[in-house]
């Protein structure tokens, strides 16, 4: 059993902090943000390389930072931050003291030197493999090492949330079932354990490969074990994304959950059916049959995507349905309109929310349709797809919960109020340029990870569409603005924590810090229905999703006949 | 109670649904069966479908049906670097290999007729990325695999590499012609 005098209450919230876990929770942000920062300044030079009227960089090192770029916003930015999360949801929403701190500071430690490990075997520059490091090509022994000790590091990390769980359960710090923000959480931890497994099954071999220890490895093999540890990453990202969509929710409008089957079983689907997404890229691989791909990427009948269109309307839902029972109860659209525009927590996982469905999600599922992956696979549409998921959907959400956590966690108040307002618009605007563009150029057959479009010296040539070259530069320019957006949330937070007034341990802050949570419905909404203009919104996707994915099978059915 | 809380009804799950929820996951549940529906009717409807026909290979086995297929139907050389152009009968099988940093030789078709194409790489992984028709392929080594493919536009047309295959990637372009 845990003393009193280890936890703080904090006076805004009224959540009860383990200081073990707090200094945890504050270390793994922190080291996030700096991978952030990192992997942002690497992006704009990706960016501007690949905008051809700038071709930046020459082609060694443009592969190399490609490389670096990929692992530190992918794996480290993220993944450190959803440790941060995990502790969160674990010990201070359940207020139980976080189990075995000490083994959670050797997680964090082993992911540090990983992570480090791995960075410096790519910035060697024999290691410009790309983050999918495609067997034979090769490279240096200690980039997959890195990696190896960093997933080992992540995996006790899960373990410590789970123990936590178990710790609350068995003291009873809670009563009755989880919270639904720790249910999303679980989910990602779970999606987590699957996905470090699929690592070590596949990276030890590479590793082992790579010293010269194992002759051959099977490059069917390695992309669709590599991949269920791949593509599940990104699912973490997804499920821990949508867990703080939920805790935002909850946060700025004291929402409650529309109904808590509902939410808790489309994260039941995430768990059941996100792992068949390697599939999504081996489409266009020789050796696996159509039924295997049929099955797999479609999710079985894509009860994944069903489950992410479920939050999608649930979560805005709520919002509107706390914001009518607090009066904005005229129209369609009041509850939208007098929301918190201001409030960059609110802001940001708003845009989440909208540009990870309509650019993202839309894209995801196109894409991932089997036949339709014949015109997209590996063109720039592809990581212009990630882009509108995992930034503008999780990365940009993490950031608008990190504007929360500043007073909440470290108690200091932010500067730069004003910056910090507007700084998710610019982000999401250049981000959404960024994958809109990309997502163009791929349509005209660009190929991503590729350095020098007009193929000088090679035995021959190929002139891309005109338009291909304006989308890119189109593509530069918003490269820059995101740069921008990123870099001041990076330096508000950063100065937040170093200068930001100090708040105080026990006395409440001037503006209150989360909502009065509501508790009924009761009466709210138009008719039987509760949330209309979600509603509205919701179709308004669907019908944009119907027709983009026919665009996409006309396309198809304009190229040559393949049987 | 707020998503941040355990649940004020401890026994949640008897709770009712709320009717926006459930229109919408119906409407979400029959576009999801609508997609997957989709798939199995374009193999039967659809002119554009991968087979499922592949076979394992060796470097060596491959090139050397490679080389006899450019052996026996070469017609003339071309590119920079003087790539044998292969012009094999309609409706045979052609071969084109990928290596660091080829698509190895030219091959020259007829618009509207089928060829079985086989491709295979002899060293790294590689995408065969047919522009501007925009068709892409993953070609592994160790692995040939088979698609028919019937050009409906007579022209010349590019193949690019896009899968990242080392610092020469982006000099890796072969060519296809068809003509009328």
């Not at chain 1, 509902?262 to 599939?279: E, G, M």
């Not at chain 2, 649904?17 to 193999?43: G, S, T």
């Not at chain 2, 088979?146 to 990242?164: D, H, L």
Request: glycine share 8%; with cysteine; aromatic share 14%.
């Amino acid at each position: 059993m845990a003393t009193a005098s280890e936890f703080r209450t904090c006076p805004d919230t009224g959540l009860l902090f383990h200081k073990p876990a707090e200094k945890l929770m504050k270390i793994n942000a922190v080291v996030a943000v700096v991978f952030l920062l990192v992997g942002g300044v690497l992006g704009l030079l990706v960016g501007l390389t690949r905008w051809p009227a700038v071709h930046l960089l020459g082609a060694s090192d443009f592969y190399m930072v490609l490389t670096a770029h990929g692992i530190d916003v992918l794996i480290y930015w993220l993944i450190f931050f959803e440790m941060a999360v995990l502790y969160f949801c674990s010990s201070t929403l359940l207020g139980c003291r976080l189990a075995t701190p000490r083994i959670a500071w050797l997680a964090f430690a082993l992911m540090l030197i990983g992570a480090i490990v791995n960075n410096i075997a790519v910035f060697q520059g024999n290691s410009s493999v790309m983050f999918t490091s495609y067997v034979p090509m090769s490279a240096d022994p200690m980039f997959y090492l890195g990696l190896i000790v960093f997933a080992v590091g992540a995996l006790l990390g899960c373990f410590v949330f789970l123990g936590t769980l178990v710790i609350a359960k068995a003291e009873k710090t809670y009563e009755g079932s989880l919270p639904l923000v720790t249910f999303g959480a679980l989910t990602a931890a779970i999606i987590a354990i699957f996905t470090i497994a699929s690592g070590a099954i596949i990276l030890i071999p590479t590793f082992l490969f790579s010293i010269g220890f194992i002759s051959e490895i099977d490059p069917l093999m390695y992309r669709v074990i590599w991949w269920a540890f791949g593509h599940s990453s990104q699912q973490i990202n997804m499920a821990a994304m949508v867990a703080v969509w939920y805790a935002v929710a909850a946060v700025a409008f004291g929402a409650k959950p529309l109904s808590e089957k509902v939410s808790r079983a489309a994260f039941l689907l995430y768990i059941i059916f996100l792992q068949l997404a390697s599939a999504h890229h081996i489409l266009v691989d020789p050796g696996v049959s159509s039924t295997w791909k049929i099955f797999n990427t479609s999710y079985a009948m894509y009860l994944a995507v069903l489950a992410s269109m479920i939050h999608g309307l649930t979560v805005p839902g709520a919002i509107e349905a706390s914001q009518r029972k607090r009066g904005f109860n005229k129209g369609l659209f009041e509850w939208l309109r007098k929301a918190p525009w201001g409030n960059p927590a609110f802001s940001g996982v708003f845009m989440s929310l909208v540009l990870f469905g309509f650019l993202g999600g839309i894209s995801g599922v196109v894409m991932g349709t089997e036949q339709i992956n014949l015109i997209i696979h590996n063109t720039i549409y592809v990581p212009g797809h990630f882009h509108a998921t995992v930034v503008l959907g999780t990365t940009l959400a993490f950031m608008a919960l990190t504007y929360w956590l500043v007073p909440v966690l470290f108690r200091r108040d932010l500067v730069m109020k004003g910056l910090a307002k507007w700084q998710p618009y610019i982000f999401a605007l250049g981000m959404s340029g960024v994958a809109v563009f990309m997502m163009g150029a791929g349509t005209l057959g660009v190929p991503r990870r590729h350095w020098d479009l007009s193929f000088v010296s090679a035995a021959f040539t190929h002139n891309f569409p005109e338009t291909a070259y304006t989308l890119l530069g189109l593509m530069g320019i918003s490269v820059v603005l995101a740069v921008i957006g990123g870099a001041a949330f990076c330096g508000i937070i950063v100065a937040s924590l170093l200068f930001g007034k100090r708040l105080s341990l026990t006395e409440k802050g001037e503006t209150p810090l989360v909502a009065e949570p509501i508790t009924s419905y009761e009466g709210v909404g138009m008719g039987k229905i509760v949330a209309p203009g979600t509603f509205v919104l919701a179709l308004v996707f669907l019908v944009s999703f119907v027709l983009y994915y026919f665009v996409n099978w006309k396309f198809l059915a304009e190229t040559w006949g393949i049987s | 109670m707020s998503a941040l809380m355990p649940p004020s009804d401890r026994l949640w799950w008897k709770e009712p649904i709320e009717k926006v929820e459930l229109l919408w996951i119906l409407l979400a549940l029959l576009w999801a069966v609508l997609m997957f529906v989709m798939m199995p009717y374009w193999h039967v409807y659809g002119k554009q479908n991968l087979s499922s026909e592949a076979y394992k290979t060796t470097a060596e086995a491959y090139q050397k049906k490679v080389q006899a297929m450019v052996d026996q139907y070469t017609v003339r050389t071309d590119g920079a670097r003087d790539f044998p152009v292969v012009r094999p009968p309609a409706g045979s099988d052609i071969y084109m290999l990928a290596r660091l940093w080829d698509w190895w030789p030219v091959l020259e078709l007829e618009n509207g007729k089928s060829y079985r194409l086989h491709l295979s790489s002899l060293d790294w992984q590689h995408g065969f990325s047919l522009q501007p028709a925009n068709i892409n392929l993953q070609v592994l080594p160790g692995y040939e695999m088979v698609v028919t493919i019937t050009p409906n536009k007579a022209g010349e047309y590019s193949v690019v590499c896009n899968e990242y295959c080392g610092i020469g990637h982006h000099r890796m372009v072969g060519r296809i012609y068809v003509t009328e």
